[in-house]
């Protein structure tokens, strides 16, 4: 008989370790029939997420360790341990560790799932299949993706 849960220890799952950050696959889309996917990324230093939307799916964020600088939707936000950001489909946003913060943890939520299948399937791609144009923008377009530019400059604080 198959268990009707899944358990899964710390540093378990899937994992796919980038340059910028080492990502968890704590539940995913077969888990729960493609509802969600549950992710724990473990950010590295240089970890910078670039203004993007989707159309489809929503994000939501909790964070565990350090801080996080969140642009969402013309806002800027700074994320410290215990909070917690949802954002609806179609809502710009963009991330990227605080000032000062070396490394930074947090789990993600997408709803409905897919982003889990979309790292498997970048985890197989070669250097040049990331270089090539019409292939990421095929695989973005899969997987809900639209990437709209860089992380945006922070205005200057007030006063």
Not at 29 to 56: C, I, P, S, V
Not at 110 to 115: D, L
Request: hydrophobic share 35%.
């Amino acid at each position: 008989m198959s268990k009707r849960y899944s358990y899964v220890p710390p540093q378990g799952g899937p994992n796919y370790d980038w340059s910028a950050d080492h990502t968890f696959v704590k539940v995913s889309a077969a888990d729960t029939g493609g509802q969600y996917t549950l992710m724990e990324d473990n950010l590295k230093a240089n970890f910078r997420l670039g203004l993007h939307l989707h159309r489809h799916h929503a994000e939501t964020f909790y964070i565990l360790e350090g801080s996080v600088d969140f642009h969402v939707d013309g806002d800027w936000m700074t994320a410290t341990p215990g909070t917690c950001l949802h954002i609806p489909p179609g809502v710009p946003h963009a991330c990227v560790l605080a000032d000062g913060c070396e490394a930074g943890r947090m789990l993600m939520i997408y709803q409905p799932s897919g982003f889990d299948q979309f790292l498997a399937e970048l985890a197989t791609m070669s250097e040049a299949d990331f270089e090539d144009e019409g292939r990421m923008a095929a695989l973005n377009d899969k997987y809900d993706i639209v990437n709209i530019g860089p992380v945006p400059d922070r205005a200057p604080a007030e006063g």
